[in-house]
């Protein structure tokens, strides 16, 4: 039976950025800051609401992204704990759905390449299916963003540090519909200087 579609994005950008030598959020990218672009990805996706958690150096992000943030689909909520690791603004995104969404797609602040074509794919393949969890694959590789249905949100409140939802994909393999991306781009997340002028040079 299909899934009720409604389902809220909730992007993780809370983080030091402690592998690269800068703020990672405000880096500029084609005219366009890294977080900027996940944030329009979302905006142009058909998630029913938006919750983007912010952390370090939130104010900072709050007045470069001022109008842009307003959106009434998008709702900013703040991490404080964010130095303990992804976990605490997991926790935080999903506390600020309220159960109210009968699904979440985590999405990650430094994958500037995602867009709303793929966030829309996995949403598609996911209220079609059975399965209660969608992540995509490229080549055999596992990435982000993520889906879950709300059978998983008290388990996913309940993890800690810095691990993400890897456990919860592992113990629960057979409940996964895997989609297949054709560009690994999408997948591409910016931790390191490597990363960031990888990126560039293939942007030109």
């Given amino acids: 039976m299909p899934k009720e579609k409604r389902t809220a994005g909730i992007i993780l950008a809370a983080g030091q950025s402690t592998?690269?030598?800068?703020?990672?959020?405000?880096?500029?990218?084609?005219?366009?800051?890294?977080?900027?672009?996940?944030?329009?990805?979302?905006l142009e996706s058909r998630l029913a609401h938006v919750i983007l958690v912010l952390g370090h150096h939130f104010e900072k992000i709050q007045k470069v992204l001022n109008k842009k943030i307003r959106h009434p689909r998008i709702e900013v909520v703040i991490n404080p704990q964010y130095p303990m690791g992804l976990s605490r603004s997991?926790?935080?995104?999903?506390?600020?759905?309220?159960?109210?969404?009968?699904?979440?797609?985590?999405?990650?602040?430094?994958?500037?390449?995602?867009?709303?074509?793929?966030?829309?794919?996995?949403?598609?393949?996911?209220?079609n299916s059975e399965k209660e969890i969608c992540v995509p694959v490229c080549r055999g590789k596992r990435g982000n963003p993520t889906v879950f249905s709300h059978k998983y949100y008290d388990q996913l409140l309940q993890i800690k540090g810095d691990i993400g939802a890897r456990k919860i994909?592992?113990?629960?393999?057979?409940?996964?519909?895997?989609?297949?991306?054709?560009?690994p781009l999408d997948f591409l997340d910016i931790d390191t200087e490597v990363d960031l002028k990888s990126l560039r040079n293939m942007l030109k």
């Fill in 19 to 42: 592998r690269i030598d800068r703020f990672k959020q405000l880096i500029k990218l084609e005219g366009k800051y890294m977080l900027e672009w996940v944030v329009d990805a979302a």
């Fill in 90 to 127: 997991l926790r935080r995104g999903l506390l600020a759905s309220k159960g109210s969404f009968p699904s979440v797609m985590f999405l990650l602040g430094d994958q500037p390449m995602l867009d709303a074509k793929t966030i829309n794919l996995l949403l598609d393949r996911f209220w």
């Fill in 169 to 183: 994909l592992e113990k629960y393999a057979s409940h996964i519909i895997r989609v297949e991306v054709d560009h």
